[in-house]
């Protein structure tokens, strides 16, 4: 029996592996930060043979509550991710399979490699839609990328996306790889239609840091990105620091941060109610958003939620607040769950890289009901 994570996203501790009937094992904390919640691990054993492991030490981990009611992810060809029933005892997730083959990999949620995020990124570009720009280079020296789809005309309105800002929340880029490949679809009626009337600037992995060191939440620093849009600096968060100043250049009509939460079992959006800029047209713009995607997908729903802000109390470090009183537009936090979609559930595959694919889709659909109205 061996049990690694040494490759891209990898995170996984070893405390005890001596036989496949107790195997424990606990996750690592991202560089500088006390966070940890992500785990991403390659088990190899005998196949037929039941392996019961336990993953230990969560009443400390970034979000406890996330561990309830929440399965693990399996793949046998790193393709097609499963669940795997689990449970949660207050600091301990245990879970059993028998193999049906000699190594399987288990994930906190399906992850999506770097390598796909350069193949995203060099497919599109190939389209004659979009351009490839890179913006600057993160602390570990990878790019940061936006893809800008559409012709860039000052009456055109200007949707930003930017996804993965917290690196554990993979569900992030394959919903922005969904919205990608609509937008890219010159056959699609939405797409011709949005980019008759927008430009899209889509950033599909704003901590590829992060990302590949296997955080759940901070990029190389240790730096929280979703909590430094008021003053970004080179030295601790260059990826915000180049996509705001990408921002103020070609300025901002409407906003999605595409993230995903631990502990809520449904897809819902979090609004700015509480920025000093909130008005009446941004209200509207955000119920006609709401309204169009409650129409759209039964993915959705506007009941459970986030508290709102009260009025001129909204944190103007994080991102879609800070975006919205700078531009005073239309700005969403989307949150997709590690769990399932409990209005919807599916105990086979849970919330999938499949579903969030097509919730990207689907938010282009809600972003044409409103496009119109943004100025």
């Known amino acids: 029996m061996h049990i690694s994570s040494q490759f891209d996203s990898g995170n996984i501790r070893v405390i005890q592996a001596d036989n496949a009937n107790d195997i424990v094992l606990a996750i690592n904390k991202d560089n500088q930060s006390d966070f940890y919640q992500w785990f991403h691990f390659r088990l190899q054993g005998e196949v037929n043979q039941v392996h019961n492991l336990r993953i230990t030490d969560l009443a ?7 561990w309830d009611g929440y399965n693990v992810c399996a793949s046998y060809d790193r393709q097609t991710w499963f ?21 399987v990999y288990f994930a906190y949620f399906t992850p999506y490699s770097y ?3 350069l193949d995203l990124l060099s497919d599109a570009q190939n389209a004659p839609q979009c351009e490839l720009r890179l913006l600057g280079e993160t602390l570990d020296g990878r790019d940061v990328s936006v893809l800008v789809i559409g012709e860039e005309d ?8 930017t996804a993965r800002q917290h690196p554990g929340e993979s569900m992030a880029e394959w919903c922005a790889e969904g919205m990608i490949n609509r937008l890219l679809d010159d056959q699609d009626g939405i797409a011709r239609a949005l980019l008759n009337d927008a430009v899209f600037y889509i950033v599909p992995n704003m901590n590829p840091d992060g990302s590949v060191r296997g955080h ?17 600096t080179l ?10 100043n990408a921002m103020r250049e070609t300025g901002v ?6 993230h995903g939460d631990e502990a809520l079992p449904y897809n819902f959006v979090a609004g700015s109610e509480g920025i000093p800029a909130y008005s009446e047209r941004l209200a509207a713009l955000e119920n006609g958003f709401k309204q169009a995607l409650l129409q759209t997908t039964p993915e959705f729903q506007d009941e459970f939620g986030y508290a709102k802000d009260a009025p001129g109390e909204a944190n103007l470090t994080i991102a879609s607040n800070a975006v919205g009183q700078e531009f005073e537009c239309l700005a969403y936090t989307v949150e997709m769950p590690f769990k399932d979609n409990n209005n919807l ?7 999938s890289a499949q579903r969030c694919q097509q919730f990207g889709e689907d938010l282009l659909v809600a972003t044409r009901a409103v496009v119109s109205h943004l100025r």
Request: aromatic share 12%; no cysteine; proline share 6%.
């Open 60 to 66: 400390k981990s970034a979000y406890p509550k996330g």
């Open 83 to 103: 669940r795997v029933d689990s449970e949660f005892d207050g600091d301990n997730l245990s879970f059993s399979l028998a193999l049906e083959h000699s190594h």
């Open 115 to 117: 390598e796909r995020h």
């Open 154 to 161: 000052e009456s055109k309105r200007k949707v930003w996306v």
């Open 216 to 232: 759940l939440r901070t990029n190389a620093a240790g730096a929280n990105l979703n909590r430094e849009w008021a003053t970004p």
């Open 235 to 244: 030295e601790q968060s260059p990826e915000v620091y180049y996509v705001l």
């Open 253 to 258: 009509d409407m906003y999605l941060d595409l």
């Open 345 to 351: 559930p599916d105990p086979l595959y849970g919330w």
